[in-house]
């Protein structure tokens, strides 16, 4: 990890700069392009069709060469849930998804939440990672909403935004380029 | 009280028919005198996350006193029952008087897209809201929700309550003509875990 990342807090949101180097964002790049993601389903809503949302994803399962991954991302979560959202965690019990927005097909994930449906484990934590510089893409803003100003998520690559799940937010349409990013949800049992 | 009506999925829940409409004409006569006694306007921007005049409300705090406790005890009775069978959320009780909201078509009552949980009110758990005025005395004054791409309107039936998580986004929106009138309830907890 890089010397002193430098975390703010948001409202509900946390941001955390230089979490990975660039070398080891270019690892989880590399790790992602090899997966070759295809066009991604809903998780919750299968019949729903390109206007709520046009990504393709990879699942980045756990394994040896990921195994460094996880490891660091559950260090931090569990360092950011200590410190900020003091949840009832499982851990990270889903895959992480690689997502690649492409302005070609005009790439983007209109307003939702990330809560989950019946056939996934209650999402607790929503983390998503950005891998791509923003100089490469245009358009492709991670936008949430807590209240009636909507706060636009950092685009620095490295990093890292972490939300509770219930928090509504949206990826705006891209409009050239390609934007990469990491997606983590942090399972628990239902909010209480 | 019956008339309980939700999904598992959904952003709200209601429950129809809490109060019958002789009630529903004393609670708001009741509201009319405190407002007439001591409203608020607020036109506040209390939260982090807010810009400029999100709300124009006339308001005033019902005391939980001997006259009140009916009104206390159906709304407190509701929001127990509910949060039961539906949320399952960890409560303490009701550490905030119920709240009587009055928005007038005349100075554009409403209130802008906002969460009741947040970093300065981390004990709010479940919201409610109570319909008291009949629908064909107001235009506009939708509550709305949107917790997806689609913004959801919650039924303007007097009687009806309306309950929600209180980190679901939600507005009213202006209301044009007449006036609508709510009582506003909110369960406390501990923070969200």
Known sequence: MSKSPALKVF???LTWQNVFTPKELDAIEALGDALMPMRAALASRKDSADHIRVTRVAWMERNPDTAWLYARLEELVMRMNQDHFHFELFGL???FQYTVYDGQEGGHYDWHVDLGGADVEPRKISLSLQLTDPARYEGCDLVLRAGNVPHVAERARGTLIAFPSYVLHRVTPIESGIRKS??????????R | ?????FHPTSTF????????PAELDLIEAYGDRLTAENA????????????GRIRVTQTAWLPPNAESKWIYDRIQGVA???NDRVYQFALSGFSENLQYTVYHGAEGGHYDWHVDHGPLRTRRKLSLSLQLSDPSRYEGCDLQFQAGNKIETAP???GTVIAFPSYVLHRVTPCTKGTRKAIVAWTTGPQFQ
């Not at chain 2, 009280?1 to 009506?5: E, K, N, Q, R």
Request: aromatic share 8%.
């Open chain 2, 156 to 158: 303007r039936d007097r």
């Open chain 1, 93 to 95: 019990a889903e895959a």
């Open chain 2, 13 to 20: 829940v209601l429950w129809a028919n809490v109060f019958s």
């Open chain 2, 1 to 5: 009280m019956s008339d309980l009506d």
């Open chain 1, 11 to 13: 409202g509900p949101l």
């Open chain 2, 80 to 82: 127990r029952a509910l």
């Open chain 1, 182 to 191: 990491l997606v983590i949800w942090v399972s628990g049992p239902e909010f």
């Open chain 2, 40 to 51: 608020t306007l607020l036109s506040d921007a209390p939260e982090g996350l807010v810009h």
